[in-house]
């Protein structure tokens, strides 16, 4: 029962597989009650338990058994720690591919900011995002980033008219009110047309700041960008909100997709935000796609691009270069 679930996150296990012969509502609301208790949840399966479901699960247990690097997570960074950071150019992007689900070929790319660390290694975002936009330097790497992928990626002959790219924007650096103009003389300094770039914004900055999300995203869509609504579904960000703002993109959070195996609900409520999304004519994709079955659910659903570790994890431009190549 609910009390094992207490036991089993006392006693530190890595992971945890429901199984029950119960409806599927009370094995959605014990999956809840799972991950309200911080417990990996693998996924659940019902009695008689099958086989191939059983494998399926515990496929995922390397995943679960996995440790963050977190050596660097309760450091609290300087706003002089950060800028040198900057100064030196140790904050670089990252690539992770995004495809088409019906061709599986390449469709664009997401630029992921990481921060190779002199003495700790490549640092994921979760290290130095919040502080980085503590001490209000969040928008000048937002442009130091914007500037190296332009150049290093569509800048390439190689590269030009093969694959968009997306970026990720805060809305605290929107605060910058030059943020908008200063993308569009990067894009244009490096002869980039900003319909090939997508500007993300999460559904959270729009529910929160709706009036400078309005300001900004129609500045940059005047001047050609497209705007993508990130991480729908986790935020408060009203219908009108949605109908409002001058998206063309609606990203589907990666945590829908990891629910398609622990919660019986999960694909209404997918079909549901894709069907959102193509009545009002915003271009969807899914994030987290992690296995083929949920690849074919998805583009069964209507789902067209999508990204995710089935496909290719974040890698840095050298790496980007050897993947392609060997594409070809």
């Known amino acids: 029962g609910l009390e094992l679930l207490a036991a089993v996150r006392d006693a530190g296990l890595p992971a945890l597989a429901l199984a029950s012969a119960m409806e599927p509502a009370l094995l959605d609301a014990a999956a809840a009650a799972a991950r309200a208790q911080g417990l990996p949840l693998l996924g659940w399966i019902e009695k008689p338990i099958n086989l191939a479901r059983l494998r399926e699960l515990l496929a995922r247990l390397g995943q679960a058994w996995a440790v963050p690097r977190d050596a660097a997570a309760a450091r609290a960074w300087t706003r002089a720690e950060l800028a040198a950071a900057l100064d030196t150019g140790q904050f670089v992007p990252f690539y992770q591919p995004k495809f088409d689900l019906d061709t599986r070929r390449p469709a664009g790319l997401e630029v992921l900011a990481r921060w190779r660390h002199p003495e700790l290694g490549v640092l994921a975002p979760d290290h130095f995002i919040d502080a980085l936009e503590s001490h209000d330097l969040l928008g000048r790497m937002t442009l130091a980033l914007f500037d190296q992928a332009l150049a290093g990626v569509l800048g390439r002959s190689r590269w030009r008219g093969t694959y968009d790219l997306a970026l990720n924007l805060s809305v605290r650096s929107l605060d910058d009110a030059a943020l908008p103009e200063q993308l569009v003389q990067i894009a244009r300094g490096h002869a980039v047309d900003p319909h090939c770039i997508t500007l993300e914004l999460t559904e959270t900055a729009v529910a929160r700041q709706p009036e400078r999300v309005q300001a900004a995203a129609t500045h940059l869509r005047l ?102 190549a060997a594409r070809c």
């Open 223 to 324: 001047h050609g960008f497209r705007m993508s609504i990130d991480d729908f579904g986790t935020g408060y960000a009203s219908l009108a909100q949605l109908c409002a703002l001058p998206f063309t993109e609606l990203k589907i959070d990666r945590s829908f997709v990891a629910c398609l195996g622990t919660t019986h609900k999960a694909r209404p409520v997918l079909e549901a935000i894709l069907d959102l999304g193509s009545r009002l004519q915003l271009h969807t994709v899914a994030e987290g796609i992690e296995t083929e079955d949920d690849c074919l659910l998805l583009r069964a659903l209507g789902c067209r691009t999508g990204q995710g570790y089935l496909y290719a994890r974040p890698m840095d431009a050298a790496t980007l270069e050897q993947w392609q």
